[in-house]
């Protein structure tokens, strides 16, 4: 029997209309990439979003389905983005602005963006790949400074396509399972692949990451969003803050440890969040220019790489701020689980509840995990037994655009993550090792198949295996082991350097390389790269 309740859609609009309804005071507020700050409330918002809504309809002629690219930093107009484009039933599509050009070509071509909302400050970069996008009509330049131009062909200021446009507009009642954004993943070792989120797993996302177990934001709260709102929709924050009716900061730009401090201190930033390499950042500077007066800040949300038990311990010891681990992915929207203690590590020593907190933690509710051993069947959860750890929930991917990977799935309808991890008797789980051959430096990916092949591809080199190597900073890096093909070849770093450069970004290529005789290989002859780790580790490479 069917229960009695309404059908109500949750959509991005239902967020916008809430934080309109609820917080209409609350602020909006955003370092643009020119140093000047601006401010508004999400009453403003709601008005420019409306504005927006029928600027896409009325000058751009977007209709539901269309897909809208933005190559943007954090600031109040991707907030107008996040909620505008979806508002009227389109996809806001957000492109990783650190990604090589060859894929960001990929990107734009393969999700066939019809128009691209781009910083002005970012233009350089889609003006080297222009002629070769086939679908984008428009681009409509965002923070375009008096004097401006570019090569770039239909060009409208994101200014001007706001003006005069009415700020009445009747959103329209969507279906929550249509998409509403996209991202795409750079993490495997082919092409880039699309994930589509639905207005309901995006609306559900947001919802929990929210609660006391999870993020823990309340009206109160001034956070930081630090996660660019380039990477998994900036970890649904945009969403998040008008549920919870918390001040929304944007950084733009401003992203080294210096400005992150002084927007922390100015802004009297009370949470917020970020991979690993920038809370390392954080606290270093911190130490050597110990803020004055102390920060408002009281916790960080990490993700995207493990965060090291020595910074949760220094940050607190020496700063009073919390630091809570989140693990998630592109395809999980991102965020599945996170790290809090809970009654029962009371009595634990604090070195103990500091190795929980390292852990990356339980599920939210809405997402279910399980570890698959090597015979196959569902392990223990005895916090020993190591499997690949999969997932399924209520904003998990269930295939990706336009690509048929069923290897990622189960045939009973589970998410195949790549991360080997164990879960203890309480639930907590904790990544050891991962299955994907990549590289996670700084938070971004990096492809050790790629790498290899360009690099065998070299015609003074015969063979080339690469592996992450610890790093204090940027939490791995790549390291390259290469077999020249004649051994008096002589092969400099920066030759290395120079011609890996053509095909990748500059933070995807090897700092380190290491000439050897041979390359470590497995019994069925491929290269052995816990092998090549393990001799890394003991210097013995
Ligand atoms: P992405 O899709 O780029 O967000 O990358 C997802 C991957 O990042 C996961 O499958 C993990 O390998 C890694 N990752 C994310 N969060 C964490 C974390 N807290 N600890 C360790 N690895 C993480």
Request: glycine share 8%; charged share 25%; hydrophobic share 35%.
């Amino acid at each position: 029997m069917e229960g009695l309740i309404m059908d109500y859609p949750l959509t991005t609009t239902t967020i916008l209309k809430y934080g309109n309804n609820a917080f209409k005071h609350k602020k909006v507020i955003s370092h643009l990439p020119d140093g000047s700050r601006h401010e508004y409330t999400f009453g403003d918002l709601y008005k420019r979003c409306k504005q927006l809504a029928n600027a896409l309809i009325n000058k751009l002629g977007v209709d539901k389905g269309d897909i809208i690219g933005t190559f943007a930093w954090n600031h109040y107009q991707h907030v107008e983005l996040y909620y505008g484009i979806p508002g009227i039933g389109a996809i806001c599509h957000t492109i990783n602005i650190r990604l090589s050009l060859q894929q960001i070509e990929f990107i734009i071509n393969h999700s066939e963006d019809k128009v691209i909302f781009v910083d002005a400050s970012l233009v350089p970069l889609l003006e080297k790949i222009a002629d070769k996008l086939e679908t984008v009509e428009h681009y409509i330049v965002i923070n375009a400074p008096k004097k401006f131009s570019t090569s770039l062909l239909n060009v409208i200021h994101y200014e001007d396509l706001l003006e005069n446009q009415l700020e009445e507009y009747e959103w329209p009642v969507l279906n929550e399972n249509d998409a509403c954004g996209m991202c795409y993943t750079s993490g495997t070792t082919g092409l880039p692949k699309g994930v589509l989120y639905t207005h309901r797993s995006t609306y559900l996302h947001a919802l929990t990451i929210s609660t006391p177990n999870a993020a823990n934001y309340n009206s109160s709260d001034i956070v930081l969003l630090i996660v660019p709102q380039f990477h998994v929709m900036a970890w649904g924050y945009p969403y998040l803050c008008l549920i919870t009716g918390s001040d929304m900061v944007l950084p733009s730009s401003h992203l080294q440890p210096e400005a992150i401090i002084s927007i922390l201190q100015e802004e009297k930033v009370t949470k917020a969040n970020g991979v690993p390499t920038i809370w390392m950042g954080v606290y270093e500077e911190m130490k050597k220019n110990p803020p004055n007066p102390k920060l408002a800040l009281q916790e960080y949300l990490v993700g995207g790489s493990a965060l090291p038990a020595s910074l949760i311990k220094n940050m607190e010891d020496d700063f009073g701020i919390r630091g809570v681990q989140a693990w998630g992915m592109t395809e999980t929207s991102p965020l599945g689980t996170v790290s809090r203690l809970q009654t029962h590590h009371e009595q634990l020593s604090e070195e103990k509840k500091i190795q929980i907190r390292a852990k990356q933690g339980i599920e939210f509710p809405g997402i279910e995990m399980r570890i698959i051993g090597n015979d196959g069947s569902v392990a223990e959860r005895d916090g020993k037994t190591m499997g690949e750890l999969q997932v399924k929930g209520a904003w998990v991917i269930k295939s990706y655009f336009k690509t048929n990977n069923r290897d990622n799935f189960t045939k009973d309808g589970w998410f195949r993550t790549g991360d080997v991890s164990t879960v203890d008797d309480y639930g907590y789980m904790q990544i050891t090792d991962r299955t994907k051959d990549l590289i996670k430096s700084g938070g971004e990916w990096i492809s050790s198949v790629a790498l290899e092949s360009a690099l065998m591809s070299h015609p003074k080199i015969k063979e080339a295996a690469v592996i992450a190597i610890p790093d204090e900073k940027w939490a791995e890096r790549p390291l390259a082991l290469i077999v020249k093909a004649t051994a008096e070849e002589l092969l400099s770093n920066e030759e290395l350097r120079e011609f890996l450069s053509r095909d990748f970004a500059n933070y995807q290529i090897p700092d380190k390389y290491i000439f050897a005789n041979q390359i470590p290989r497995t019994s069925v002859g491929k290269f052995d790269k816990k092998e090549i780790r393990r001799r890394y580790a003991q210097g013995k490479l």
